[in-house]
């Protein structure tokens, strides 16, 4: 396996609406069904909505895919390029992701995605969300009949588990326990609907999720025994609302 042939991704997601009260009637009668099923059903609906709401794909949506791509420097050395996929119009971001992913498997037929827990959240979530949104899956997101052992993505999640089904580590500490500077700088999963919701603050979200593919990366050259890239090799092209930046990730 070569690092340029890995795209690391992460995504942040909201509730698909603002509220549980925003929700159709037949929506809410559907969203208490699932999470009857799926967790104990101790809280108000309306709170349940706002935890949850936004990691269930039939109940949520994506407003941000953070990529990074691995590119070879001399002598021997690596840079990760940076840039998102982010709005406020879901069916573009899945739209523009899904032609880059068709473009990525031209131009590296045996690329892999690569992240933390891609295998159980983001990808199945992005899939979901494209067929609801009526877009065709890119032929690197068909893998719903793909046996175990045919997935070859690098899920740094699973790598840490070393064949243990039980165990559930996350990002952050990950990063910590491997000496790697944390992601979780004054923002956390939790805030991003409030980011999307009340403060309309979509660059913050976009900045978080970067950070994320950042310590992802780092991760997986550390697990490569490699050495990881510092912030003088990250290149980040910030997009949003049409526009593009380009910066050094400081």
Request: with cysteine; proline share 6%.
């Amino acid at each position: 396996m070569k690092l340029s042939d890995l795209l690391v991704i992460d995504i942040e997601t909201v509730p698909a609406e603002l509220s549980f009260a925003h929700l159709k009637p037949d929506l809410k009668s559907l969203f208490i069904d699932k999470a009857t099923k799926t967790m104990p059903f101790q809280e108000n609906p309306a709170e349940i909505y706002k935890k949850r709401g936004g990691i269930w794909a039939e109940f949520g949506k994506i407003v941000c895919i953070g990529v990074g791509v691995f590119e070879p420097v001399d002598p021997l050395g690596w840079e990760l390029d940076l840039f998102s996929f982010a709005g406020y119009e879901e069916v573009e971001i899945l739209r523009d992701f899904a032609l880059f992913c068709e473009s990525r498997t031209k131009d590296i037929p045996g690329f892999r995605f690569a992240g933390h827990n891609i295998r159980e959240f983001d990808l199945p979530f992005i899939g979901r969300r494209m067929l609801i949104n009526g877009i065709p899956l890119p032929i690197a997101l068909q893998l719903q009949d793909k046996k175990p052992w045919e997935l070859t993505h690098f899920d740094t999640m699973a790598y840490w588990k070393f064949g243990d089904y039980k165990n559930y580590t996350s990002l952050d500490l990950l990063a910590q326990v491997l000496n790697i500077p944390t992601p979780k700088q004054g923002i956390t999963g939790a805030d991003v609907q409030d980011l999307y919701y009340q403060q309309n603050n979509l660059p913050a979200i976009i900045d978080y999720c970067k950070k994320d593919v950042v310590a992802t990366a780092r991760i997986i050259q550390r697990f490569l025994n490699l050495p990881p890239v510092g912030d003088e090799q990250v290149k980040s092209e910030q997009t949003y609302k049409g526009a593009a930046m380009f910066t050094t990730l400081s």
